[in-house]
Structures are given as structure tokens and as C-alpha cells.
């Protein structure tokens, strides 16, 4: 699959590059793409979420009534979950969402998602640039000129580059990431996926190491 090069005007530069057909030419495993994105927000997950069980509420041990001949139901603790202001029962507790995963299943979800986005023509190639200062306004005119300014987009460069990522950090549909942090849920959350240039040779390297 080849694309056209365009520059940060969005005009073409009359070149072509083809796409590793290893990558985003794959048929896309989507179970792969499941557990990795699933892996993703798991990580995100603090696990701090916390309630008291009974040991932990303050009140009287003691036994709130003789157990039979009040023609009530038995009752052991002022603490119980059945009282307000007692216990939760089998509330939530601090506990670590976050579980390993093959490296070669995530290569391959990343290498789907990809694969994904090249079918459904949804992917950008743009030519090498820099930013000498970071400038918003600089960054929402190259998004203009590609015709994505109103669209979820996804900016990979070859390589962190603080001019560039400051300027698009605060824009709420953008999101700028080295080729090398890149992940199965940044490519499918993006409705667009622009490549820089000279990012596809990182991103080869990458998913390709045997």
C-alpha cells in the first residue's frame, strides 16, 4: 500500500512511501487488539477504592439482644452491614488491576490496529518538519492544511520532540507521541493517525524484532 508524503501545508510533495506490508498490510487479529487495549486500562487503574468491614467500624461488640424469645430476628453486632451506619459487606478493597501480557501478542494487536486504520484509509503521512518555538496557532495551521482540525487525531514522531508536543498538548482532540510509546488503544482512539516521515523506520524496528 503506497501513500502520497504531504507537507504541513496538506499539499501534496509528490512523493510516495509503501507501507510495510509486515505491519499494516496483516489481517488484524482482534482478540489480540481485546487484550491489549484491556490491558491498557487496566494499568490505568488506581485500585485505591476502599470500604470498612467490620472490623473496622467503631461501635459495641456487644450483643444487641438475647438470641431467642423477643420474636425478632437474631442480631450478633451493631456493626453489621444490615444496620445503617454498620459495615459494607464484601465491599471493594485497595487491590492491583494490572496483568502481564506477551510481547509478541502485543506487537501483534499493535500491528492489527495499524492494519485496521491503513484499510479504512486512515492513516497520514507527513514529511519531516520541526518547530522552532512552541506555538499553538503554528500547530492548529498544519492541522488545518491536512483537513483534520476537526477530527480525533494521533501525531506520531520518530522522536520526543518538546516544541512540537507543547504545541499541541492543549488542543482536546490531539495528541502527540513518539513512535516508540506507541500503543493498540492511542491508535484505535484516534479517528486519524499521522505519521511523520521519518517515524515509520522507528516503528518498523520496533514491531518487526523478531
Do not use: C, W
Not at 477504592?49 to 430476628?73: A, N
Not at 512552541?134 to 492541522?143: A, D, F, W
Amino acid at each position: 500500500m503506497e501513500l502520497a508524503v504531504l507537507n504541513t501545508s496538506g499539499a501534496d510533495t509528490g512523493r510516495k512511501l509503501k507501507l510495510n506490508n509486515d505491519i499494516f498490510g496483516i489481517e488484524p487479529n482482534d482478540h489480540a487488539i481485546y487484550l491489549d487495549v484491556k490491558q491498557f486500562l487496566a494499568n490505568q487503574r488506581q485500585g485505591t477504592h476502599s470500604s470498612k468491614e467490620r472490623s473496622m467500624v467503631s461501635g459495641s461488640t456487644k450483643k444487641l439482644h438475647r438470641q431467642k424469645g423477643t420474636g425478632g430476628s437474631r442480631k450478633g453486632s451493631i456493626k453489621s452491614g444490615t444496620f445503617v451506619g454498620g459495615a459494607r459487606i464484601h465491599g471493594p478493597q485497595p487491590r492491583d488491576y494490572s496483568f502481564k501480557l506477551n510481547k509478541k501478542l502485543k506487537q501483534l494487536a499493535r500491528k492489527s490496529a495499524l492494519a485496521h486504520k491503513a484499510k479504512d484509509n486512515q492513516i497520514v503521512l507527513l514529511e519531516d518538519f520541526q518547530m522552532e518555538t512552541p506555538k499553538t496557532k503554528s500547530y492548529m495551521g498544519i492541522l488545518d492544511g491536512l483537513k483534520v482540525s476537526n477530527t480525533k487525531t494521533l501525531l506520531v514522531l520518530a522522536d520526543y520532540n518538546e516544541n512540537i508536543y507543547k504545541s499541541g498538548r492543549n488542543l482536546p482532540k490531539t495528541k502527540i507521541m513518539a513512535a516508540k510509546d506507541l500503543n493498540t488503544y492511542d491508535i484505535l482512539h484516534a479517528e486519524k493517525v499521522i505519521f511523520v516521515e521519518n517515524s515509520l523506520s522507528v516503528i518498523e524496528n520496533i514491531l518487526n524484532k523478531a
